[in-house]
């Protein structure tokens, strides 16, 4: 299999000379990426009370105009006879929404545990540099590669960058999970709840699974298991989805657990988070808390109103309640 996947010169390639056994497993995987796709919208549309934020909309887009024109592109490339350029169109407008989609749901849910504002700013800034530098010379030579009297410099540019823009993307997806699980074990330290430990450990085995699953990703492209890879690639972004919306639950799953406050450390807790149009309210860039104003916060027993000196907490330690944006599960 291995000759047969190198020998289609990245994306230039075609399947012609495959064996059948390569044809059903891209086949596969191409299935199975659209039906977590068909899951996850039934999922998300049936759980938001309302539809908006950052979360819910990088969510639902990288599924639905990533995810499936990517793995559509691919099948019409490679089982098809279909133009090259509605193919290589079609696949390059679902990657960018895709990959750079994934990262916005993970910068998204990165605000519930870092209220630094300089990192998260950092954050934004290292996502929208990586879509130009990367996206953009990635998707050129992808062109570039595909038309009919095309240069095998455009082939062979191809084939470097995409090992180039793989790494990259995986680093970015490494850093933004690297500083989320960084933070949550903070949190597991401080917290004194059996069963919210419980849930962040769940948490933090959800975010290693999800990098371990871009390191395989990783790997086989540098094998040059390319057909593979692109294929698989769909499978794996639209489980990682899947697992985002797990993270979510969790995250429900927390607040509802427990009628009274979550200890988060000697001094500091978050007693409630309701969605309030005060204008006082301090503003937030995250999906999640578009919509969600911080209340009340409690130190050593008593409730204080929300102050600007309260959103300085030393430690930052959140539980964030996202039942004004989730409906209520039942008992």
């Not at 891209?26 to 999922?43: D, G, H, R």
């Not at 105009?65 to 390059?92: I, R, W």
């Not at 605000?111 to 990635?138: G, K, Q, S």
């Not at 597991?188 to 919210?196: E, K, V, Y």
Request: aromatic residues 10%.
């Amino acid at each position: 299999m291995s000759n047969i996947v190198s020998h289609l010169d990245g994306i230039s390639g075609e399947l012609a000379g495959a064996r059948y056994g390569l044809k059903a497993t891209l086949v596969f995987f191409i299935s199975i990426s659209i039906y977590n796709v068909i899951e996850l919208v039934i999922l998300v549309l049936s759980t938001f009370r309302r539809w908006t934020g950052l979360y819910f909309w990088s969510l639902l887009l990288s599924g639905c105009l990533g995810v499936v024109p990517y793995s559509l592109g691919f099948m019409l490339k490679f089982f098809t006879h279909a133009s090259s350029f509605l193919s290589v169109t079609l696949l390059t407008v679902g990657w960018w929404t895709m990959v750079t989609g994934q990262s916005f749901v993970l910068y998204s849910r990165l605000h519930l545990v870092i209220r630094d504002e300089y990192i998260l700013r950092r954050v934004l800034c290292m996502i929208i540099a990586n879509f130009f530098l990367l996206h953009i010379p990635t998707s050129v030579l992808t062109y570039g590669s595909n038309v009919p009297d095309r240069s095998p410099l455009f082939v062979k540019g191809y084939n470097i960058m995409e090992k180039i823009q793989m790494t990259g993307f995986t680093l970015q997806e490494v850093i933004i999970s690297g500083l989320y699980i960084w933070e949550t074990t903070k949190l597991l330290r401080l917290g004194s709840s059996r069963q919210n430990r419980r849930i962040m450990h769940q948490l933090v085995g959800i975010n290693i699974a999800i990098l371990v699953m871009d390191l395989v990703l990783l790997g086989l492209e540098y094998a040059n298991f390319y057909a593979i890879q692109i294929t698989l690639k769909g499978v794996i972004y639209s489980i990682k989805l899947k697992l985002e919306f797990a993270v979510l639950g969790k995250l429900v799953d927390m607040v509802h657990g427990h009628r009274r406050p979550g200890t988060l450390g000697n001094d500091v807790q978050l007693y409630s988070l309701q969605h309030e149009s005060s204008p006082t309210a301090p503003a937030s860039s995250s999906g999640l808390l578009d919509n969600i104003n911080f209340s009340h916060i409690v130190r050593d027993g008593t409730k204080q109103p929300h102050t600007p000196q309260n959103d300085r907490c030393p430690d930052r330690k959140f539980i964030v309640k996202v039942s004004d944006l989730i409906k209520r599960r039942p008992p």
